[in-house]
């Protein structure tokens, strides 16, 4: 690819071309083309190479793999802990225990989901949770066999508030998940952030929740939207996905977070275990997206 030195555009009096000066622009578009089609090379990456070096002239690449296409800033994060219930259970004691290293995806204190308990834990050890308070947030404390698979659930009071956890970095390049919370970019530009998230309602009435963005700890006006969580059915919690995705300019170390807020305590965002009859895979109670679109206008 040669670098085109003797185009000529026509200048234009008050932004009005001629009959001629537009004969004058095809004709120096043709030799535009021609040209490319002259010099234009078999071997593809040696096209490649001189593209990305332009690119990379306008400000705009980060990076190359293997010297050869353009890497833009990008991440997938999740939030998915899970286990098993290591021995049989009654419905008051205070210490969980797990298999070996059970708990090693779990924060150091939280909540579980157990069957339909979810149980409040202020400790943990590498294979049991302490401290816990039996049927949090709603629930009722029952007893529990051995095997039985023990999730992470994120659970607020009714009519609080507070962050979207991740505790699973998918992929990134050029931004980084911070204090679990914070998805922390390295370049300017504008990003597509796009989530979703399990919603659970325990409760038989239906019940509402509302997220929200937030750029450096500030919330994001016109970000919010509401949800509403289907109520439990035929004994079954009532599920929902809800996601969509916005468009925000970001500048060099900001970062992104997702906000919630039920109207009752017995929604929450959970982890699913894999499911049998048929087969089917675990789910994750968040999932979040960050990717670079354009450099800032």
């Known amino acids: 690819m040669a670098k085109i030195t003797n185009v000529?555009?026509?200048?234009?009096?008050?932004?009005?071309?001629?009959?001629?000066q537009f004969d004058q622009l095809v004709r120096s578009l043709e030799q535009i083309i021609l040209s490319l089609n002259t010099n234009y090379t078999p071997i593809v990456t040696e096209n490649t190479d001189q593209a990305v070096a332009w690119f990379e002239g306008s400000g705009m690449l980060t990076g190359t793999e293997g010297g050869s296409l353009p890497?833009?800033?990008?991440?997938?994060?999740?939030?998915?802990?899970?286990?098993?219930l290591g021995a049989n259970i009654n419905n008051s004691v205070t210490t969980i225990t797990t298999p070996a290293n059970g708990t090693t995806a779990f924060p150091t204190a939280g909540q579980i989901l157990i069957e339909s308990e979810i149980i409040?834990?202020?400790?943990?050890?590498?294979?049991?949770?302490?401290?816990?308070?039996?049927?949090?947030?709603?629930?009722?404390?029952?007893?529990?066999?051995?095997?039985?698979?023990?999730?992470?659930?994120?659970?607020?009071?009714?009519?609080?508030?507070?962050?979207?956890?991740?505790?699973?970095?998918?992929?990134?390049?050029?931004?980084a998940l911070v204090n679990t919370t914070q998805l922390t970019t390295y370049q300017p530009g504008v990003y597509n952030f796009q989530?979703?998230?399990q919603f659970v309602n325990s409760d038989t009435q239906l019940h509402d929740a509302s997220i929200w963005v937030r750029i450096n700890g500030v919330d994001v006006p016109g970000s919010m939207g509401f949800v509403s969580v289907p109520n439990s059915h035929g004994g079954i919690d009532g599920h929902t996905i809800i996601g969509w995705n916005y468009y925000l300019t970001?500048?060099?170390?900001?970062?992104?977070?997702?906000?919630?807020?039920?109207?009752?305590?017995?929604?929450?965002?959970?982890?699913?275990?894999t499911q049998t009859s048929p087969t089917r895979p675990s789910t994750a109670s968040v999932i979040a997206t960050l990717a670079f679109v354009s450099s800032i206008a």
Not at 8 to 20: G, I
Not at 144 to 168: D, R
Not at 250 to 271: G, H, R
């Open 8 to 20: 000529r555009l026509p200048n234009a009096a008050e932004k009005q071309y001629s009959a001629q």
């Open 195 to 197: 989530w979703s998230g």
């Open 71 to 84: 890497l833009l800033p990008y991440g997938a994060w999740q939030d998915f802990a899970g286990t098993t």
């Open 250 to 273: 970001l500048n060099a170390n900001d970062y992104v977070e997702l906000y919630w807020s039920p109207n009752d305590q017995k929604v929450t965002l959970e982890c699913i275990p």
């Open 120 to 175: 409040s834990y202020t400790g943990k050890t590498t294979s049991s949770f302490t401290g816990c308070t039996r049927g949090a947030f709603g629930t009722t404390a029952a007893s529990h066999s051995a095997g039985v698979a023990i999730v992470k659930s994120q659970c607020l009071a009714a009519n609080t508030s507070g962050p979207m956890y991740l505790n699973q970095t998918d992929s990134a390049y050029d931004m």
